[in-house]
Structure formats: structure tokens, C-alpha cells
């Protein structure tokens, strides 16, 4: 571990900001192609396609340790690393996410959003919303000197003041010439009172949250996670740098609600 180095060069930084507008253009151009009936393997090969000839790079989660598509695509009750396949299909009132994380010249970037399909009830849509404002809450807090656990804290005490749980099992992660790297973003309250945010740190923030316990399991296929009560799940993920008085947001979009660059005077 004593070979990751937490703080970016200017030069790394550089190439994150390339990385991360690579696969935020990922996400923006999928939007189009949400629709019921469409397969979550014909997502993935849209993605797929765009990334590697027009975008020039390379899909970060096809061969992952085994990952058998470009991207993950989590519908409904499952909570993240859902398989593209021919036979699921999106229909009307889905909620789905969709994870892009794509290196280009060496450097990863990694990002999520929720989709969803036609009409859905009201609890569904909330459930997302909680999802998005809880990152969103949590890159509001961003500067140098941020002890890293004042995240979670954040993350967790919204999503449970809405009556949601967050996911305890999976972590947003520091990223730069690696998918994961040190540190580990925990998205509730923990006693990691040590780790404190320094300009040039680039990580993910990730929570994911579910509408009834925050238990999960991961299914047969050895990648898909589900909530344990079947209840519906949301994620929203970005790549976030750290700058000398707030944070940057490396994977902003543009149906994102919040300015790219976030300064605290
Ligand atoms: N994109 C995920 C993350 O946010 C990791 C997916 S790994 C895969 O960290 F192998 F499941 F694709
Ligand atoms: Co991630
Ligand atoms: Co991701």
C-alpha cells in the first residue's frame, strides 16, 4: 500500500479532468437510449462502442477481476455490479443504475447515475433523489482538513432522517493510476478519526442507499448485488478532487445540480 501516493501531481490532475469528462459524456450520451425494451446488454454495447472508438479508451470494468461487461447496470433491488445480459429487459417504472469507469492514458475515472423508465411511483423517485442530494451534500463538505469520517456522518444522517439505510458493504476509494485505491470513502458514521482531506487527494464518493434495511447479498452469478429485503436501491458516484479551498467535480454532467468547481472562503 506504501506505493500509492494520496496526493496528485498538476500533471495527474490533468489527465483526471481528461478521465473524468470522458465518462461523464458516457453517462450523457446512454440517456438517450433509456427506454422500455431495450436490453441491458444493448446498453452495455452502446457504451462500449463509444468509449473504445470514439472516446479512444478503454472500458476500466470489462475483465475486472473476472467482470464480464463495460459497464454495470443495477436494476431496481439490486444495489450495484449488475451484469449486462440479452434477456433484461428495462421496462416502464424501473429505477436503474448505471456505473461507467473507463482509463484513458493510464488514469481511471469512475461514475454513476440513476435512470429511470417512463413513470415510476412517487417512493421510487424519492428513494433517488435522497440518493443524489446525500453525494451532494457530502461534495458541499469537501476542503483540506475534513477529517474523511465527516462524510459518512453526513451521508448517513440525511438518508436516515428520510427513512432510507445506507449500504455498509462497498466503499467510495481514492482513483488515479488504479481503479481503487486507498483511501476508502465509508458512506456512515465510523471512527476513522485520523484520515484528513489534503489538496490534490482525488477519490469517489458513492453512497448507495435502500429503502428498506441496509443488508445485501451478493447472488449466484459471484457479482450481483441485492438489497436482502428485496427493497429498492439507488447510487449516485463521482470522482472528486480535492482543491486548495474545495473540490472539484471531475465527472460533472450536465443534468448534474451542482457547480463544477465548489470554493469555501
Ligand atoms: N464502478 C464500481 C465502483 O464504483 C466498481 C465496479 S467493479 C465491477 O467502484 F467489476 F463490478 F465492474
Ligand atoms: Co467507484
Ligand atoms: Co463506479
Not at 456522518?153 to 488515479?176: A, L, M, P, T, W
Request: some cysteine.
Amino acid at each position: 500500500m506504501s506505493n500509492f501516493n494520496y496526493i496528485k501531481s498538476k500533471y495527474e490532475i490533468k489527465k483526471m479532468r481528461i478521465a473524468g469528462k470522458i465518462a461523464a459524456k458516457v453517462l450523457e450520451m446512454i440517456s438517450n437510449h433509456i427506454r422500455p425494451g431495450i436490453s441491458t446488454n444493448q446498453l452495455n454495447n452502446l457504451c462500449h462502442d463509444y468509449i473504445v472508438h470514439k472516446q479512444k479508451a478503454v472500458c476500466a470494468t470489462l475483465n475486472y477481476y473476472g467482470f464480464p461487461k463495460s459497464i454495470c447496470v443495477s436494476i431496481n433491488e439490486v444495489v450495484c455490479h449488475g451484469i449486462p445480459n440479452d434477456k433484461e429487459k428495462l421496462k416502464n417504472g424501473d429505477i436503474l443504475n448505471i456505473d461507467v469507469a473507463i482509463i484513458k492514458d493510464g488514469f481511471y475515472s469512475d461514475t454513476s447515475k440513476m435512470f429511470i423508465v417512463g413513470r415510476t411511483s412517487k417512493i421510487s423517485k424519492k428513494l433517488c433523489y435522497v440518493a443524489k442530494q446525500s453525494l451532494y451534500l457530502a461534495i458541499k463538505m469537501i476542503k483540506p482538513g475534513l477529517k474523511l469520517n465527516e462524510l459518512g456522518k453526513v451521508i448517513q444522517k440525511f438518508v436516515e432522517s428520510n427513512n432510507f439505510s445506507v449500504v455498509r458493504d462497498y466503499c467510495g476509494h481514492g482513483i488515479g493510476r488504479n481503479f481503487h485505491e486507498p483511501p476508502q470513502i465509508l458512506h456512515y458514521d465510523n471512527e476513522d478519526n485520523s484520515s484528513i482531506l489534503q489538496p490534490g487527494m482525488i477519490f469517489t464518493i458513492e453512497p448507495m442507499v435502500n429503502i428498506g434495511g441496509h443488508n445485501v447479498y451478493i447472488t449466484s452469478d459471484g457479482w450481483t448485488v441485492k438489497t436482502k429485503d428485496n427493497s429498492l436501491s439507488a447510487q449516485y458516484e463521482h470522482t472528486l478532487l480535492v482543491t486548495s479551498n474545495g473540490c472539484e467535480v471531475l465527472t460533472l454532467r450536465s443534468d448534474d445540480n451542482i457547480p463544477k468547481i465548489i470554493s469555501h472562503y
